[in-house]
């Protein structure tokens, strides 16, 4: 009966984030009349940031009605002088220079708090050093913004190579979108990712920006998320608009790619209750699985199998058609098998900060 009703539970998350998925839509009328601020922090980038810098160059929107804010971190290599030079050849671009303190927030937090501080609009739109974005990425991100809207999260694909570890970063990061999406449908988001964020800087504010979470290193974004969820009656939106992705580059190695995970991953003990419920159910349900392979009941193992199969696929198929990331499924088989070990050992290994900084 337990092993039942824990089965069933699992199908239910599955059947939910397709059905939450399935919902997301992209906005059919994009406008021109927003004003936002684009902020993009930086530390020691100067081998990455080139292709970001030339892409933000052909944004497609009213030059009045929006600023580019250009933020180093305190580099030691010649990052702050690129951004300078970029930011001298464009009248609404502005470049500034982060110099951290005793009281300045862990990673880079401070410098993001700093260009919010500095910026002239209420949107705020994010990305890292190492993506680049489409001509039309502002003007469909700020489309999505209603009156009662916060926050906006897009979809950010890996530019893909042809090794199977590229494959299989394409295949997390669909999974991640999915999961976004399907739950700021619900508005209660268990993901936020900086590579493509958008958000209100007066409920940023009205929080008291990131002076709650200012204990953690990492997750700046996934805090944000949920500080407007449990204090706010504001509402979410998840992109999908091809238009609005923000291409970023892989991991080329193994081990990178790993302690990638696990600082990603590394909040897990200040997640929210929804986040850890729905982890703890996922990590409940493949204990099970592993419970009827040692005991040996290989009927009801089976059965479970076969339901997860046709669960989950229907979920990647319909991220893989949305995302354009068909790739991931012919290879889903494996995918299958290996992603939930690399998932669970991510989440709990990294909980416990082991990591090692890039």
Sequence with gaps: MVAL?????????????????????????????QKASVIICARNEEQRILPLLTSLEKIEYPIENYEVLLVDDQSSDHTAGLLSSFAANHKNWVF????????????????????IQNSRYDIILTTDADCTIKPGWLQSMLS????????????SPVVARKDFLSIYQQFD?????????????????????????????????????????????????FYLAQLIQKETLFQF????????????????SLKEYW?????????????SREYLLLGGWLLLFHGLLLYMVISGQVRTFSFLMAGKLMAEFFVVLLGALRFHEKRVLFFFPILWVLYPLGYFSSQILGAFKIYRWK
């Design 96 to 115: 500034l220079q982060h110099i951290k303190n005793n009281q300045s927030y862990k990673g880079k937090k401070g410098a993001l708090d700093f260009g």
């Design 237 to 252: 939106c998840f992109n999908p608009d091809t238009e609005a992705f923000v291409y970023t580059e892989e991991v080329n």
């Design 144 to 155: 999505c913004f209603e009156k009662d809207t916060a926050l906006v999260q897009g979809y």
């Design 173 to 221: 990061t669909l999974a991640e979108g999915v999961t976004a999406a399907a739950s700021m449908f619900f508005n209660h988001p268990t993901h936020a990712n900086a590579r493509n964020f958008a958000f209100r800087k007066a409920v940023y504010e009205s929080l008291g920006g990131f002076s709650r979470i200012s204990h953690v290193d990492t997750g700046d974004d």
């Design 259 to 271: 302690h990638q995970q696990l600082r990603r991953n590394s909040k897990g003990f200040d997640l």
């Design 5 to 33: 009703i824990i089965a069933i539970g699992y199908y239910i998350i599955f059947l939910l984030l397709a059905y939450g998925f399935s919902r997301t839509r992209t906005v059919a009328c994009p406008t021109t009349a």
